[in-house]
């Protein structure tokens, strides 16, 4: 075996030196950061249990892995992927993944690329990250690879490897090697122009762990290994793989026998290194044949040394990624296929990517798979169980918005990303966040394309696998300890993270110091990303940045006042310091550096007046919030000062009870509040800088007890000080601190008795000799009573076992009812506030007060005095407060009962009653009050629905309410019917024998049995006979007759002889014409409304000119009207006879005026009764013959007598609307025949034109179409061109039963939509108006072109209107159409049913068609239907399609 390299010593020297000095940082960081690369490992296994995001982990794991045999034998078919049924449909952000039982992983985000939703690009992270990414270019090497091409014709870059050495292949076969020190010196020269002519260009490089061995490989199938250390060439392999096929990649494993090679054929193959007695050999061994699916990236997974013992590392785990699937096989200690993962469908121009790392998941270092196809990266995360096994568990993917052409990770939390257009990408893997983004379009980065098309051995490779070479790179990047290599045409360049220490100096040079103090206070706080060269525990950590944050802070803080301007306005310098003071102080308080803020930066700033003053300002939101307490004296001052200065006075009252006054001058800082009226910082300062809290209060009292002694209204100023003092006493009671905060727990107990024994005090210590007694409590009673006393009220629940405190509290009682019950100067509600709050106290349970029970039976006088009718509801609302406090125990209850209905008290006797259950005594409360007399149909309705009443209670009510009746009607009638409906039904008779008056009786009837007036009453709760509804119709007709026809058609229950009885007494003719229609003489009403038009007739022909004519003329029109709708309503159902005998009088009524035009006294509207009798002759024209109506008109005599020419503007009439008739039919059968004629033009074309499917796989299940022929399963194609198995769309539902008939939707498109949509247009399919197309195949025909097996599957229309919209289907009326389309063109109206059924008829005869359905296709996406209605009432379907299909049918 061969495990250590020979010791020959054969140099080369092709050497040329350069040195930089921005390269020594470069190389002499790779120890470092290999270093760092595993201290973050550590740094991750300390914090991960507050970073592990639970959705990473997601897929069940896969216990039983294929075989090698099952995935070579399996049909390695682009177009056939493991994805679940309906990629479309998936949810990729919140859907588990799924394992199957053939051990595939399946891709919970797989499925058509062109329904992948990307993530919107991310906004610039510069000012949040600063530079992470530090890039150099490797001038040496550069110029060295540059030089050899020119010298020695080495050739062009094509591959590059790192490790301590830095390996560049050539296209003439040539290997640069490299060294990494500062010198980047060639070390040496491998190969020769001549064996690269017979080789061709180098494409693959790899170097092993030790950095001893280089394998190379190349264009034309040969590998070659060196001895690294002598430059000898210790094997050339020709064998190991098929001819004529170019190394794509070449890989050692942590084995130094072991290593990997894939060729473009895009196979797989294992060379093993042995040497027996000195002779070297390699044996090769097939992994993966390309003949079965192509492999076109590898990479094994390396270990570092401090993880040789990781129990991964012994199975050699080797990730292959073909065109359609991951593999991730172990090679010791046999051969096993431990994961497979297909892609899904996407662009096949993408390059599949791969790359192992280790991270730290769950406190448990193991190795993760990075791989991706396009724009979503899937991470694998490997790990080894109790038994052996392998698992693979997918975490969260990362969704982008570029295509990927490589990956690396740069440590285990870091990755970073090449897209397509030469942008490097630096994302942080676990918060998905981009760091920053690199533009290396100058690096020129060496593409591996010719490789890939194998063009040095003839181009031999699949056109799948030559379009991925398009944009590999794979031989053009490597990472080693933490730095990214990238070959350029002429140059190298190295990548790596920069500390970040080199971050923030970065910005600082770019002249970001807000963004420097960001980012630097992100790495003290341990949430910056890729954070590099911060080592140590987490309190040396911040130690260091904190000294580098001062120091920046200095720097900021110089520069704010040098750049200050020198010139300009006022508002220009606050600005500037606005903007830059700010930070200044938000970081030296982050940083707690109070010192420094208060000492070094404030004497900097205090240079320029402005930046003081803003740093002062600056404060205020620190302390108000209490983030700032302490401050120096000197800055208290200025800040207190500067406030004052500028009159914001508001602020300093807020900033001084927020701080510690203590080292100020109480005294002036006193002087100051009172004289300014800070009320609230004057206590602060009393109670905080002298433990005095008596003082505040003497000196609010002798600001308001004066004017409320006298009687006066306070101001406002003074209102706002009475609630300061009462907040302020209510404060120290409860011992807290005013105005916030609280007391000290040792003061508790004495600030209680001062403030006790100053309120409890005879007199004030400047009493007057008139000053009344307990002056104090008098005034807290006359400013608020009731505020005050609920002060007490909450300071006596904390009296309990403190028998000092409860003597206090027994005294204030006494005092507060010596002070109010024998003085007149409180109002009622005042006294009824004192008693109310006596009565809560002596309710308690744990009661100690004692109170003279005759005192509240002086209350109850006083409230209920009859003498004084003054505030009346206010003292019956305090006594009602009293009773439920619990004061109710202080009375006698019946006496208290006759003084509260002496008083007219209606709520005190309601609550009373309702605790003796006296609910019929309280109806009359409710009616007695006016104030709340409506309420009592609601409460008779509670007590007789809800259910916790007695019976003999409901019935007590159920009387009374009987007996108030009439009341209850008068009050309001409709809540009145509305309650005789629901609990007095059966006795509605005896309530309208109990309402006398007529007036009362119509309103309830109305509200009972009129449903228009808005009561909610179900009538067939309601029994009564048919009387008493003709009793309201003949009250109807009394007050309202202008109703009684509205009232007759929305009532049921009456009688139709007796009603027309009624109204013939009130001589109602219309409203009779009305019963008798309904009753079925037509010719009953007709002669009445007759009658009543020519009476009308009779006024307008004999008046003179002073009548009001309009007024007459508006009455025969309208009379006129109702009797043309009565002959039109009843005429279809009459014979020929019979409407002659309706028509001819009202034609004869009409025309019998004109012909009094040529007598002695002609009437005054001749051309107005014309237009009217026009109007009956159109009206009869529908149902009358024409040439009846012209022989009726010449049978009159007087027309008969040769008087033809008076009425010849009636027949010219006539006439023309025969003729405009006529036309109107024959542009309809014109319409009617071009739009036929197109429609079957198009019906013909669709049907005679093949369908050409996107595809030929079913789309839910993604499998050819002919691979389920076993399952005799039809091929459904739809116009939209998708494909499915009936099977698979059954299992959908994508089925619907229409008229017998199970039609398809399109599963996919209609999917496509909303859910609403979906369910919208479901519910419409089910109503019979669309129905879908589908093309039906046996399993054995194949969707081609002119194949006579495809069928459409239409249904049997006599006419199909083909709108080119595949799909659906819609059903129209052949006679709404024509009646709609003539609508819309104002081309006709049809006044009535009769003329409109003989315009169809000659439509329809002209046309030869009979009135069928139309059979309309539509598109079933990006189309707005709506429904509209023709004149005849069918319902008129259609699309925004139809206005380009004929000018005429413009629906818009």
Same mark, same amino acid.
């Given at each position: ?68 045999? *099952? ?90 490897? /790192? ?28 190969? *020769? ?82 040497? &027996? ?44 990624? =073909? ?31 791969? %790359? ?8 448990? &270092? ?29 975490? #969260? ?14 440590? =285990? ?11 490097? +990408? ?60 990238? !070959? ?15 971050? &923030? ?37 911040? $130690? ?274 010596? /002070?109010?019950?024998?003085? =007149? ?13 006596? %009565? ?44 439920? $406090? ?104 005896? &309530? ?32 009564? *006979? ?134 002695? %006294? ?35 005599? /007087? ?152 069928? #459409? ?11 080119? !919209? ?32 003989? =315009?169809?008829?000659?439509?329809? $005869? ?45 629906? +818009?």
């Amino acid at each position: 075996m061969e495990n250590e390299p020979d010791q020959e010593n054969v140099e080369q020297s092709l050497c040329a030196k350069t040195t930089e000095e921005e390269l020594n940082k470069s190389f002499n960081l790779e120890a470092s950061l290999s270093k760092f690369s595993y201290i973050d490992l550590d740094k991750e296994l300390e914090f991960k249990n507050d970073l592990i995001d639970d959705k990473e982990f997601d897929i069940p794991q896969v216990d039983t892995p294929p075989t090698l045999e *099952s995935i070579l034998n399996e049909t390695d078919d682009e177009e056939e992927s493991f994805v679940l049924e309906d990629p479309t449909l998936l949810n990729i952000d919140t859907i588990d993944s799924h394992s199957y039982d053939t051990s595939s992983v399946a891709s919970s985000d797989s499925g058509d690329r062109t329904n992948l939703k990307r993530k919107k690009k991310l906004p610039d992270s510069f000012s949040l990250h600063g530079s992470v990414m530090r890039h150099s270019l490797l001038k040496g090497i550069s110029a060295q690879i540059v030089s050899a091409a020119d010298k020695v014709d080495a050739g062009l870059p094509t591959a590059i490897a /790192v490790s301590s050495l830095i390996a560049v292949g050539t296209s003439h076969g040539l290997a640069l090697i490299f060294g990494k020190d500062q010198n980047q010196a060639l070390r040496l020269c491998l190969g *020769s122009t001549s064996v690269g002519g017979q080789y061709g260009a180098i494409s693959a490089l790899s170097i092993n762990n030790d950095c001893s061995r280089l394998l190379c490989g190349f264009a034309k199938g040969q590998i070659t290994m060196w001895d690294l250390a002598s430059g000898k060439l210790l094997r050339s392999i020709t064998d190991a793989h098929p001819p004529g096929t170019a190394i794509l990649h070449i890989k050692f494993t942590d084995d130094p026998t072991l290593a990997i090679c894939n060729d473009s054929g895009g196979s797989v193959f294992e060379l093993t290194f042995k040497r &027996v007695m000195g002779v070297r050999t390699c044996e090769s061994r097939c992994l993966f044949s390309g003949s079965k699916g192509e492999v076109c990236c590898i990479e094994p997974l390396h270990s570092k040394p401090e993880l040789k013992d990781h129990p991964i590392t012994q199975f050699s785990l080797l990730a292959m990624a =073909s065109l359609t699937k991951i593999l991730v096989i172990g090679l010791k200690p046999s051969l096993k296929v431990w994961m497979t993962f297909p892609y899904g469908r996407m662009d096949p121009s993408s390059v599949p990517l791969l %790359a192992w790392h280790f991270v730290a998941v769950h406190n448990y &270092v193991n190795p993760m798979l990075a791989f991706c196809r396009g724009d979503v990266v899937h991470f694998l995360l490997v790990k080894r169980d109790e038994s052996g096994a392998i698992h693979v568990t997918k975490q #969260k993917h990362l969704h982008l918005y570029y295509d990927l052409i490589n990956f690396t990770w740069i440590n =285990s939390r870091t990755v970073v990303l090449l897209d397509s257009v030469e942008k490097l +990408h630096v994302i942080d893997r676990q918060t998905q966040e981009e760091l920053e983004t690199v533009e290396i379009s100058e690096v020129q980065l060496v593409y591996n394309s010719s490789h890939f098309k194998s063009l040095a051995t003839g181009g031999n490779v699949s056109q799948a696998l030559a379009l991925v070479g398009e944009k590999a790179c794979y031989q053009s990047i490597s990472s080693y300890g933490g730095q990214i290599f990238y !070959l350029g045409t002429k140059s190298v360049y190295v990548m790596m993270l920069r500390s970040w220490r080199e971050r &923030v100096d970065h910005l600082l040079k770019q002249d970001c110091l807000t963004e420097a103090l960001a980012l630097a206070w992100s790495f003290h706080e341990g949430k910056a990303k890729a954070v590099v060269g911060l080592s140590g525990d987490a309190s040396k950590r911040k $130690a260091v940045v904190a000294d580098r944050m001062v120091e920046i802070l200095f720097h900021y803080a110089d520069r704010a006042l040098k750049k200050c301007p020198d010139q300009g306005k006022i508002q220009v310098m606050e600005q500037h310091f606005q903007d830059m003071v700010p930070v200044i102080v938000d970081y030296c308080l982050l940083l707690e550096r109070k010192d420094l803020l208060f000492s070094q930066m404030y004497d900097k700033l205090s240079e320029n007046s402005v930046a003081k003053g803003v740093f002062l300002e600056c404060l205020e939101p620190y302390i108000l919030s209490d983030k700032l307490v302490g401050m120096t004296p000197q800055v208290m001052k200025d800040l207190i000062v500067h406030f004052q200065d500028k009159k914001l006075m508001e602020n300093v009252e807020a900033l001084i009870v927020h701080m510690d006054i203590t080292s100020l001058d109480i005294q002036q800082v006193v002087l100051m509040c009172w004289e300014n009226r800070l009320y609230d910082a004057m206590i602060y300062v009393y109670n905080r800088g002298m433990n005095e809290f008596i003082s505040p209060m003497e000196k609010l009292f002798r600001v308001i007890a004066p004017p409320l002694n006298a009687g006066r209204t306070l101001t406002d100023e003074q209102v706002v000080m009475g609630n300061k003092l009462l907040v302020y006493i209510s404060c120290c009671l409860a011992g807290r601190a005013y105005p916030l905060g609280d007391i000290p727990e040792d003061l508790v107990p004495l600030v209680k008795n001062q403030v006790f024994e100053f309120l409890i005090r005879l007199h004030s210590a400047e009493a007057s000799p008139e000053e009344e007694i307990y002056p104090y409590i008098r005034t807290l009673l006359h400013f608020d009573t009731r505020e005050f006393l609920n002060v007490l009220a909450l300071t006596f629940e904390d009296f309990k076992n403190d028998k000092q405190a409860v003597e206090y509290q027994q005294r204030i009682v006494d005092i507060l009812l010596k /002070v109010m019950v024998e003085n =007149s100067d409180f109002t009622p509600s005042q006294v009824g506030c004192l008693f109310t709050f006596l %009565a809560r106290q002596l309710a308690k349970p744990d009661n100690t007060l004692f109170v003279n029970r005759t005192l509240f039976d002086q209350v109850l006088e006083f409230l209920c005095s009859p003498d004084d009718d003054s505030r009346h509801s206010e003292r019956q609302q305090v006594l009602l407060e009293l009773l439920q $406090a619990g004061g109710i125990v202080q009375f006698e209850e019946s006496r208290l009962i006759r003084m509260a209905e002496k008083a007219e008290f209606y709520q005190i006797c309601e609550f009373m009653y309702e605790r003796e259950h006296q609910y019929d005594k309280i109806i009359d409360c409710y009616l007695r009050d006016p104030l709340r007399e409506e309420e009592v149909f609601n409460y008779i309705h509670n007590i007789l629905s809800i259910p916790g009443h007695s019976a003999e209670e409901k019935q007590s009510v159920w009387q009374k309410a009987m007996d108030h009746i009439e009341e209850l009607v008068s009050l309001r009638p409709c809540k009145a019917a509305e309650l005789v409906a629901l609990h007095f039904s059966e006795q509605i008779e005896t &309530v309208i024998k109990k309402l006398q008056n007529q007036v009362l009786l119509f309103k309830f009837l109305r509200s009972l049995l009129d449903p228009r007036e808005g009561v909610h009453v179900h009538q067939e709760l309601v029994q009564m *006979s048919p009387c008493v509804t003709e009793q309201f119709i003949e009250l109807l007709c009394q007050f309202s007759p202008n109703q009684v026809i509205e009232t007759l058609q929305v009532l049921e229950c009456y009688r139709l002889e007796e009603t027309i009885q009624i109204t013939q007494k009130y001589q109602l003719h219309e409203v009779t014409a009305y019963l008798l229609e309904k009753k079925g003489d037509i010719h009953g009403a007709f002669l009445i409304m007759l009658k009543r038009l020519q009476s009308k007739l009779q006024e307008i022909t004999h008046q003179d000119e002073k009548t009001k004519e309009e007024l007459s003329l508006k009455d025969v029109e309208d009379t006129m009207v109702e009797t043309i709708a009565l002959c039109q309503r009843n005429s279809h159902n009459l014979n020929q006879q019979q409407r002659e005998a309706l028509w001819f009088p009202l034609l004869e009524a009409m025309m019998a005026p004109q012909k009094l035009s040529g007598s002695a %006294a002609p009437h005054l509207h001749p051309e107005a009764l014309k237009s009217l009798t026009m109007q009956v002759l159109n009206s009869m024209a529908a149902f009358i013959a024409l040439p009846s109506i012209l022989q009726r008109i010449l049978q009159d005599p /007087v027309y008969g007598k040769g008087k033809l020419g008076e009425i010849q503007g009636l027949i010219l009439g006539m006439l023309d609307t025969f003729n405009y008739e006529q036309t109107l039919l024959e542009t309809t059968t014109s319409l009617l025949n071009q739009d036929l004629h197109w429609s079957l033009c198009n019906l013909r074309a669709s049907v005679t034109r093949g369908l050409n499917p996107k595809q030929d796989y079913c789309s839910i299940c993604l499998q050819q179409y002919k691979r389920r022929q076993e399952m005799a399963d039809e091929i459904i194609v739809f116009s939209c061109g998708h494909l499915y198995h009936s099977f698979c769309l059954q299992n959908k539902e994508c089925t619907i039963e229409t008229e017998g008939q199970t039609r398809w939707t399109c599963y996919k498109c209609s999917s496509s939509n909303k859910v609403g949509k979906l369910r919208e247009n479901s519910s419409e399919v089910k109503k019979g108006k669309t129905a879908p197309s589908q093309v039906k195949m046996s399993p054995s025909c194949h969707p081609s072109k002119g194949d006579s097996a495809v069928k #459409k599957d239409f249904s049997d229309f006599p006419i199909i209107l083909s709108l080119d !919209l595949p799909c659906v289907f819609y059903l129209v009326s052949v006679r709404s159409m024509i009646l709609y389309i003539l609508y819309l063109q104002n081309m006709i109206v049809f006044p009535t049913k009769l003329q409109r059924k003989s =315009s169809l008829k000659s439509v329809k $005869a002209s046309l030869n068609i009979s009135e069928h359905a139309l059979h309309v296709s539509g598109r079933p996406r990006d189309m707005e239907w709506k429904e509209k209605r023709s004149l005849c009432g069918s319902p008129l379907l259609f699309s925004g399609c139809f206005g380009s299909c004929c000018p005429c049918w413009d629906f +818009h």
